[in-house]
């Protein structure tokens, strides 16, 4: 059985930093490129970033890019979302999910997903 755990949310100021971790079991963590999405109070999921089986194919969304960085450690079947400058729009439950395929901002190409992490930024 596939599972995927979040973990290190929490609260934090704006412009603070704050890591968080998605650590898989049940299948070959490096044969699948992860992605971390986020939902926000009363909006739709939305993309976040994603990381291809190496770690070498990486793409954000817009709204994060240059302040969010995916990475993963196939070693440890762990891929990480590290968010700086955040801000309070960035408030949000985020997760991490497994691609199984199609397009790579689309949660419909996941198929295993977390139970989330929330993520609040204060002003």
């Known amino acids: 059985q596939v599972q995927l755990v979040e973990s290190g949310g929490g609260l934090v100021q704006a412009g603070g930093s704050v890591r968080l971790s998605c650590v898989a079991s049940?299948?070959?963590?490096?044969?699948?490129?992860m992605g971390w999405f986020r939902q926000a109070p009363g909006k739709e999921r939305e993309f976040v970033a994603f990381?291809?089986?190496?770690?070498?194919?990486?793409y954000y969304s817009d709204s994060v890019k240059g302040r969010f960085t995916i990475s993963r450690d196939n070693a440890k079947s762990t891929v990480y979302l590290q968010m700086n400058s955040l801000k309070p729009e960035d408030t949000a439950v985020y997760y991490c999910?497994?691609?199984?395929?199609?397009?790579?901002?689309?949660?419909?190409?996941?198929?295993?997903w977390g139970q989330g992490t929330q993520v609040t930024v204060s002003s």
């Open positions: 999910a497994s691609f199984r395929g199609g397009i790579y901002f689309n949660g419909e190409g996941y198929d295993y």
């Open positions: 049940g299948r070959t963590f490096s044969n699948y490129a």
């Open positions: 990381i291809g089986r190496s770690g070498r194919d990486i």
